[in-house]
């Protein structure tokens, strides 16, 4: 792929614990030029967090857990994936398709550049054989991808994915940027007719540090169990579980709450 412009179907969002940056909007014709600081930036990031080693800790093993957990399958849908879909697959199996999406055209640019290397980073090492997953996982996981989107998955969703859906959808990082407790719970809104009967959504969100806030303006610290499961059972979903994940000696994270749902009836 080349890396100069990516399919884009909207705007704005950023990729899971992204640092608050925010992507132009799209250039005409349905193609977004790639800024070249951006792209720096979330190669940077990825080689960042996901070259050296797992860390435990950080919240990071309870969502694998709860993925690995949820014997969820077939066809997934990544929201705000930012580079990092192929790590979440690792505690997954039964998966027939992937697709990725999120606002930031670098960040998916990113994502569709490691899905065709080779390359298999040490903290994915790790986690294949933390759940006991087979070398080759991740090949046939790189092999399913069936489409990378770009747009922002906390407004109504774009009309070509009218229709469609999906027995496993995710989020880690996204909703949590939402800007109000109001906004956070419209996020499952948009995401509840594009969940198979049967189906799973599995999310998860940082709660930011008051360092984080001051630094960056945007406080989540609205984000409660109860504010999930009220989300939940307004966008006409079942709650399975949630958690509250308390993170120590990170500077900008204080919690992380991991939680999962399905559709009713």
Known sequence: MSTDSVSTTGVSRDSVRSGGLRPAAPAAGG???????????????????????????????????TLAESGAGGDWLDLG????????????????????????????AVLREFAESKDVPRSYEQVLDRYGRDPGHLEQMRGRIGGYHVFDA??????EFAGERFDLVTEFGLFGLAPTERGYRECFQHLREH???????????????????????????????????????EAGLRLRASRLCPIKGDELYDALIVWSAEPVG
Do not use: C, K
């Open 195 to 233: 969940v198979r009967p049967g189906g799973r959504v599995i999310g998860a969100d940082w709660i930011r540090s008051a360092r984080l806030i001051t630094r960056e303006g945007h406080d989540n610290t609205y984000l409660t169990e109860e504010l999930v499961a009220t989300a939940v059972r």
């Open 31 to 65: 193609q977004a030029a790639l800024d070249p600081e951006r792209l720096a930036y979330y190669r940077g990031y990825f080689t960042e967090f996901f070259q050296g080693d797992f860390v435990l800790g950080m919240g990071t093993e309870d969502i694998l857990d």
């Open 154 to 159: 906390m407004s109504p969703w774009p009309a």
């Open 81 to 108: 994936s930012g580079p990092s879909t192929l790590f979440w697959s690792l505690a997954l199996t039964g998966i027939r398709s992937v697709r990725s999406a999120d606002a930031a055209p670098e960040a998916v």
